[in-house]
Structures are given as C-alpha cells and as structure tokens.
C-alpha cells in the first residue's frame, strides 16, 4: 500500500517557531513516532513525506535514523494542508492505484489501523478512520456566538486518518476542488463532494492529532504508558 503523510504544517497553533513535527516528543521528533508506526504496518511498503524544502535536511535525518530512508520520498508541501495532499497525488509512481493519507501530526496512530484501513480499501473507493462523538457538539452563530443547532449525537463521528482512496478517483476531486475552490480540511470532505461515498473504518480514542502543547502532553503520557506495558 502506498502512503501518503502531509507534513508540511507548520507551528503556529503549537506557539513554535517551526514545524510542530520537528519538535521532540519522549526524545523523539513527532514525525518520528508516525514513520515508526507506518513501517511496522504489513500493508505499507511506500511512503511519500510531504514538507517543506527547508524541513527536508530534518526529514532525512529521522529517516536515515530510522532506517527507512530507501522507503522515503520525499515531495513539496503547499500553502495549504489541500494542496499539499494534491502534490503528493501527482507524485505517487504510475502503478499506485490505491492510497492511504495520513497525517504527520497523528503520532500516536497504530499499525493495526493502517493494516484496517488498507485492507477496507480492497472493498471501498473511499473510506476514513474516525471514532462517535462522546460530546455533545453545538452549531453556533460566529457572529451573535448564539446557538443555531443541537445535531443528534448518535449521528456524529469525529474523523481521523488514515484516509484511503482509490487514487484516480480522488485525483479527479482534488482538481474538481480546485476549479470550484472548495476549500477542505480533509481528503473525505472533496470525495462527498464529488458525489462518492466513504465508509467509516473504527478509528482509536488514542489517535489524536498533535496541534497544541497539551496534546503535547497527552501524547507523552499515552506513549509513556504504551512503554510501560511494553
Ligand atoms: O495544521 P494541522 O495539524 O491541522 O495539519 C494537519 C496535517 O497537515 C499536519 O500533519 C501538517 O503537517 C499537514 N499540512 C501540510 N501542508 C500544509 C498544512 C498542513 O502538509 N500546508
């Protein structure tokens, strides 16, 4: 399965100067402990880094580090999480008929849930992990700050990565996108776009997304505790 892992962010909701994925977590960049992860995947055996140039030197470094570097390659991030996937759709070799994306920022994501999603893209076009709400989620007026709407929770899932495509297919949503531009903040949300469906893989409560000093913290703990049970 190829891999797809959009990594050209960069620090800001994380108050840092650079790349959050650079920044050390339990000794380690957080880029680090997502390419861990994939490679101990079965399903994965191509992995495409999406950064910055300037992040690239740091990018090998883990990689060397890890020794994954001959399963690396490396593409450029655009200004947007959105064009960034984009790049790395074009850069996918000719034979890649099939796609996981993952976000660089979702460290904590095991390989058991690659291997699932890789293997629910055998059966469907498009699917994502995601996990059901446990809050209830408001609808709210930006403006007034008044509340609009109270959605059914049972209806609510919060959606993670992996994300699995068939690559054709959402190609031709993300050039759809770009012609409209529909401006998203996941590779699903241009595939219902599009008229298509995607199916819900069960994600993990672990699985968050690194965005701000406390997730930081709540990274380290839930890596500290998967350490202790060895
Ligand atoms: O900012 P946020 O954490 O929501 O970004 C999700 C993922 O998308 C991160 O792994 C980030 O590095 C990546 N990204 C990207 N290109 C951008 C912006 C974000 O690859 N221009």
């Known amino acids: 399965m190829y891999l797809l892992i959009p990594a050209a962010g960069s620090g800001r909701r994380m108050g840092s100067d650079r790349n959050k994925l650079l920044l050390p977590l339990l000794g380690d960049p957080i880029l680090a402990w997502t390419l861990k992860a994939a490679v101990a995947a079965r399903s994965i055996h191509w992995i495409g880094i999406i950064g910055q140039p300037h992040d690239w030197q740091e990018f090998k470094a883990i990689a060397t580090r890890l020794d994954i570097i001959k399963l690396v390659h490396f593409i450029p991030g655009g200004s947007t999480r959105q064009e960034s996937v984009y790049n790395g759709l074009k850069a996918l070799p000719a034979i890649a008929d099939r796609v996981l994306i993952h976000d660089g920022a979702r460290c904590l994501a095991t390989p058991d849930l690659f291997d699932r999603c890789a293997e629910a893209l055998q059966v469907h076009a498009g699917l994502i992990a995601a996990i059901p709400v446990k809050d209830t ?23 993670q990565t992996p994300q699995g495509f068939h690559v054709d297919d959402l190609k031709a949503c993300h050039a759809e996108g770009q ?45 500290t505790q998967r350490r202790s049970q060895g």
């Not at 989620?137 to 959606?159: E, F």
């Open 137 to 159: 989620i408001k609808v709210v007026d930006p403006g007034s700050q008044l509340i609009l709407d109270t959605p059914d929770r049972r209806q609510l899932w919060a959606a």
């Open 179 to 223: 012609r409209n531009g529909w401006d998203v903040t996941d590779d699903a949300a241009l595939f219902e776009q599009c008229g298509r469906a995607v199916k819900i893989v069960m994600g993990e409560d672990t699985n968050l997304k690194v965005t701000t000093p406390v997730d930081l913290a709540i990274a380290e703990l839930i890596l």
